[in-house]
């Protein structure tokens, strides 16, 4: 049914239980997993009251980010490797996360995305809105949603 999984990660928690799963479920179907991680494409350093300043360089914080990313990236390829699954990364840079992760899907012919939801309601939904939800509106692939 399923050929190849795309499997976006951000190391939280909650993306790492979507990770197990996503693994067992490539397993059932034979279907390959993509992995994939979003990194900021900018980075805006505050100053003053507007917020706090960090010393780092821009290339130092990217170099961060990048370093995180691939981490989170290899617990979705051992977790591939343990299902007997091909696996497949990619760390994408893009402001919007949804955005990176509809990409991510679409240039490597995936046919699923399964990602978390972090189940925020009331106020904080609106205010902080959800990359999983703007997967769901934006994408033309089937997204399965894990809580």
Request: charged residues 25%; glycine residues 8%.
């Amino acid at each position: 049914m399923f050929k190849n999984i795309l499997i976006p990660t951000d190391g939280s928690a909650l993306s790492e239980k979507v990770v197990h799963d996503g693994a067992a479920l490539a397993n059932l179907f034979g279907a390959r997993i993509t992995g994939v991680h979003v990194v900021p494409a900018t980075y805006v350093i505050h100053y003053g009251e507007i917020g706090p300043f960090d010393v780092r360089s821009e290339k130092e914080l990217r170099e961060l980010a990048r370093i995180d990313g691939g981490k989170y990236l290899d617990r979705i390829e051992a977790a591939a490797k343990s299902a007997g699954a091909t696996f497949e990364r990619v760390l994408v840079e893009s402001d919007d996360p949804w955005r990176g992760i509809i990409e991510a899907a679409r240039k490597k012919n995936c046919d699923l995305i399964m990602m978390a939801a972090h189940g925020r309601r009331g106020l904080s939904a609106l205010v902080l809105g959800s990359e999983t939800n703007k997967v769901l509106v934006h994408s033309k692939i089937p997204v399965l949603v894990y809580r």
